[in-house]
């Protein structure tokens, strides 16, 4: 398939709305996310006709329907199977997968796993609001343990998974993490997994309101949002606080994180690590830390660009003679071992 | 053994069965191989079925780790690998154990002595040495040391006794290449080919082959020791090869993808006999436009190629049993979604693993019904080897052509299954050109075609053709989501009368052998095709009023089947499960079509047909 872009007259985010009612609870954070999408995209300038928006099932995924790009509502937990097979067949679109923390970790758990490891070009964008929001509100394997829900009446007694530690752990190579109503840091996250080549994975703290509101209030609320989030740069400092009076070291003997007072009366400034999102150890130390004793680490937490799946997979097929030309059927039907039976 | 020389005559034979049997590291399936292609070479028509054993590594000298390769070959139209054995090959005592029970009595037996050791007799659970004890007495049995032999021949060139051992095959090669007067040549080349990076086992193994060959041609013979002739079959001139089924389905969908005019095929599958082998056969054809992805699972394998086609590339997944069941729910998604995917199932014994080495039909429900909703879907099956070809080209042209996901149903026996093939003239090959919508005016994702029903198919990256699409019912006039009740009763008769008018466009059912009128048709679909043909002109030789209709098309069937079936008193239906398309037949019909099952986890047996014929004429049940 050749694609042909057309380039008109540079888009809005109105322009990657579709025309249908868009149907989530009010006040729900998926409304936010799609605003930031749109956003990105009117930023990015992503012709319409190469992007295409492929989801599972759950409250998130209905997410294609209000977009006026291609899109592809499939089966719960699938979508990274189908986004794959998109790019295996036309490495030249632009493809996106929204999914839900029970899509995504749960029933698709292992298709999250695998097309992370094999670095499919996508941008995986995993919205987590702790809870099955679709079905009403049963708990999720990303849900706390405790987590009261109707399948849990009396608290969940399940570890809960860490989306970025899992994507981590199944190879990715690009993990960042945003909180819905930050709309200008998600719009940023979003145009930097566009830019990386390889599967993307953007996890997105997503309030349920219905089944699950406020579950990241003490570390989003106004009131603590400065002293609980650590917004990490590349190349700069990991500090945080409302005077960003407070950083993150390595505890001297040991490989754990610390948290240390920084400026007068602190530790010396060369002490603080700085981000490295080529370090996929540091990676690892950051996305484990979780409040009280530690901020949430948001923004890109890993960036180590390889070679795509579907690049290598064709470089492959091209090495083998694949050119996209009809090749010889006759000349394959008589490869080896043929007689000839005269008349 | 009798030493003396004789000048023997060639006895002249219509058709003969031959077994080869030995432990899995004794070479056997490359000796079949081997016989067979010298066979195909003589100009004898053929038909070839390797065993083996489920086991990877089976202990060395178990009765379950033997493998055995059949083939029959003779002058006249071959279409099964044959019901009884006339020559078996014994490499050691645990495949005498197991293969002798086909062997036809008055068969011939040929035996390593030098594998008749006390331990393998023990291992193979023989009380007593069959070659002394008597129990041979039905057969003819011919003792040879193929090990000592082999080693002698095999000495100028320095093996490892261990290297040395595993050219005994090919002394036995050579030995039943000389009794039915084959030649040699092809497989000396072979062999140098095989083994171009080490000489010395290239040149052993040839005169492994050459001393079993000259064993047969000089003095050192048993006077039992007999050659044959079999004529050639009276064939139509042209190329030929032989082809199993497996690769008969990749040329085939390679053949459908450029039929309909499509750049590319994605082919997704998950590790699973007897599917693997499609899997890895077409890994080896990107040159041709193939690109292979070795999925997760079978349920990512079927998303990959629904992936696929949403993009407008051929999209197909091959699976077997367990993970036939698995792509039951992205069945359903390409139904709803309307998108056109081929889906392979290498049938096996099931239910749950079953026998995963073993042939059955026993999905055809799973098939036709097996999905949540109403979900019809286009159902095909392949025949022989040969017809895997076409019957591929055939499941590529239904799908693009209906917008449909078409299941083919094949079997464990198909996928191994070799006969010849005369070359089609792949610039004659049937041409159905899809066209991807473009046009923006008035679009929308059902917007169907209005003789086939077929929605229109527009790809992402064109240009003003975005659109939506998903697992959620849609409205039959915007594409939009819809829980309408009266849209959705209209969306599942359409795509009911889509699936329906697919018989429009398929030839009216034939007859294969016989009559399209009389006493008894007996109605087979897939691989049981040659042991119904070849008991149907059995049972007509002998006067029976009988005919052989052999059904490609199980959903839908062709129009005229059921006139056809009202045509014949009795219907007699042989297949390789429970019962399911003699169902199938009586609930579409109505007609009182009798069921004949086997689930043993083999072909059905000439004779076993013969006889259901014989009791159907005589109006037994
Ligand atoms: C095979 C299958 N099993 C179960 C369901 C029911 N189901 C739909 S969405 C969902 C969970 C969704 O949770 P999540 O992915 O977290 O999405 P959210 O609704 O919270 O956005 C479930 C269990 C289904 N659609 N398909
Ligand atoms: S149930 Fe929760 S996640 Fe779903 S739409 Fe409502 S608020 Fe949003
Ligand atoms: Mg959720």
């Known amino acids: 398939m050749t694609v042909t872009t057309i380039t008109d007259a540079e888009l809005a985010p109105k322009d990657y709305a579709s025309d249908q009612e868009v149907r989530w609870c009010p006040g729900c954070g998926d409304y936010a996310i799609l605003k930031a999408v749109q956003k990105a995209l009117a930023e990015l300038g992503a012709p319409r006709e190469r992007t295409v928006f492929v989801s599972g099932i759950g409250c998130a995924a209905r997410f294609p329907y209000y977009l006026s790009t291609y899109g592809f509502h499939t089966i719960h937990g699938r979508a990274p199977a189908i986004a794959t097979g998109i790019k295996l067949a036309n490495p030249g679109l632009d493809v996106w997968v929204v999914t839900g923390d029970g899509d995504g970790l749960s029933i698709g758990g292992n298709h999250m796993l695998h097309v992370l490891r094999r670095n499919v070009d996508l941008q995986i964008i995993l919205f987590n609001n702790e809870i099955y929001g679709l079905t009403k509100g049963q708990y999720s394997p990303t849900s706390r343990r405790g987590t009261h829900s109707p399948s849990t009446p009396q608290g969940s007694i399940e570890s809960p998974v860490s989306p970025c530690a899992f994507a981590l752990g199944a190879g990715a190579r690009f993990v960042a993490r945003a909180v819905d109503t930050q709309q200008p840091e998600v719009v940023a996250l979003l145009k930097r997994a566009h830019a990386h080549h390889g599967a993307s994975f953007v996890e997105v703290f997503q309030n349920c309101v219905v089944f699950n509101d406020g579950v990241f209030d003490h570390f989003t609320s106004k009131d603590v949002a400065s002293d609980t989030q650590l917004h990490v740069e590349h190349g700069k400092p990991l500090v945080f606080g409302r005077n960003r009076e407070r950083g993150l070291r390595l505890k001297p003997g040991t490989v754990a994180l610390e948290v240390v007072p920084v400026g007068e009366g602190g530790v010396p400034p060369g002490d603080i690590l700085v981000h490295d999102e080529t370090n996929r150890a540091l990676a690892q130390l950051l996305v484990a830390l979780e409040p009280p004793a530690f901020p949430v680490a948001l923004g890109v937490l890993y960036c180590n660009p390889a070679a795509s799946y579907e690049a290598e997979v064709y470089a492959q097929a091209r090495a083998a003679g694949f050119t996209g030309e009809p090749a010889d059927l006759g000349a394959l039907l008589r490869r080896e071992g043929t007689w000839t039976v005269a008349p | 053994m009798d030493t003396t020389s004789t000048l023997r005559t060639r006895q002249a034979r219509e058709a003969v069965v031959i077994r080869f049997a030995g432990d899995s590291g004794d070479g056997m399936q490359v000796t079949g191989s081997r016989f067979t292609v010298e066979t195909a070479l003589a100009g004898n028509d053929l038909t070839t079925f390797p065993d083996f054993p489920a086991e990877i590594r089976a202990p060395a000298g178990t009765t379950f780790g033997v493998s055995a390769f059949q083939i029959q070959f003779g002058a006249r139209d071959v279409v099964t690998p044959g019901d009884a054995v006339d020559v078996l090959v014994a490499m050691n005592p645990a495949a005498l154990k197991v293969e002798v029970k086909d062997l036809r009595r008055g068969g011939t037996i040929l035996v390593d002595t030098g594998a008749f050791t006390e331990r393998n007799l023990t291992k193979a659970g023989f009380p007593a040495n069959p070659l002394e004890d008597g129990s041979l007495a039905p057969y003819q049995v011919l003792t040879f040391d193929i090990t000592r032999l082999t080693t002698e021949a095999v000495k100028p060139f320095g093996l490892s006794s261990r290297e040395a051992h595993r050219c005994r095959n090919m002394w036995a090669l050579g030995l039943m290449l000389w009794m039915y007067g084959r030649d040699r040549q092809a497989t000396i080349e072979w ?24 064993f047969g041609e000089t003095a050192e013979m048993s006077e039992h020791l007999v050659g044959y002739t079999v004529p050639s079959a009276p064939v139509e001139p042209g190329r030929y090869r032989t082809v199993s089924g497996t690769e008969a389905l990749a040329w085939g969908l390679i053949a459908g993808m450029r039929a309909a005019g499509l750049e590319k095929m994605i082919f997704a599958g998950y590790p699973i006999t007897p599917a693997s082998l499609l899997l890895h056969t077409l890994a080896n054809l990107k040159a041709y436009g193939v690109v292979t992805f070795q999925a997760e699972d079978e349920i990512a394998a079927i998303g990959a190629a629904i992936g696929a086609a949403y993009s407008g590339a051929l999209g197909v997944t091959s699976s077997s049993g367990p993970g036939m069941a698995l792509k039951t729910e992205m069945l359903g998604l390409a139904i709803a979604t309307e998108l056109p995917i081929v889906v392979i199932n290498s049938q096996r014994a099931g239910p749950s693993t079953g026998m995963p080495t073993k042939a059955e039909q026993s999905d055809l429900f799973q098939a036709v019904h097996g999905r949540n909703g109403d979900a019809p879907l286009a159902v095909i099956a392949a025949a022989t080897a040969v017809d895997c070809f076409e019957v591929a080209i055939e499941a590529v042209r239904i799908a693009t052509t209906y917008m ?53 198919w527009a790809v992402p990256g064109t240009p003003g053709l975005e659109h939506r699409i998903g697992g959620l019912e849609k409205d039959y006039d915007t594409g939009h989501i819809s829980y309408d009740p009266d849209n959705h009763a209209r969306m599942t008769r ?79 239906v042989p297949e390789m499960n429970d019962g399911q398309l003699v169902q199938l037949l009586r609930a579409a019909y109505l007609v009182p079509a009798i069921g004949l099952s086997k689930v043993e986890g083999k072909p059905f047996k000439v004779s076993e047909i013969v006889q259901a014929i014989e009791s159907t004429l005589k109006g037994q049940p």
């Open chain 2, 404 to 456: 449909t996901p078409v299941i083919v149903l094949s079997d464990a026996y198909l996928a191994h299954a070799a006969e010849p093939w005369r070359l089609p003239d792949a610039t004659a090959l049937p041409k159905f050109p899809v066209h991807f919508r473009t046009d923006p005016a008035d679009f929308h994702p059902f917007l169907r075609d209005p003789v086939t029903l077929a929605r229109a």
């Open chain 2, 191 to 214: 062999l140098h080919r095989k083994f171009a990076d080490r000489a010395e086992l290239a040149q052993a193994n040839v005169a492994a082959v050459n001393a079993g060959h000259a």
């Open chain 2, 494 to 572: 359409t795509r009911a009368a889509k699936i329906a008018g697919i018989a429009s466009g398929i030839p009216p059912q034939r007859v294969a052998l016989g009559d399209d009128h009389g006493a008894v048709a007996v109605v087979g679909w897939g691989s049981t095709y040659g042991a119904i043909h070849r008991a149907v002109s059995e049972a007509r030789d002998e006067g029976g009023d009988v005919s052989h209709i052999h059904l490609r098309y199980l959903n839908p069937f062709p129009r005229n089947l059921g006139e056809l079936l009202s045509r014949f008193e009795r219907i007699l």
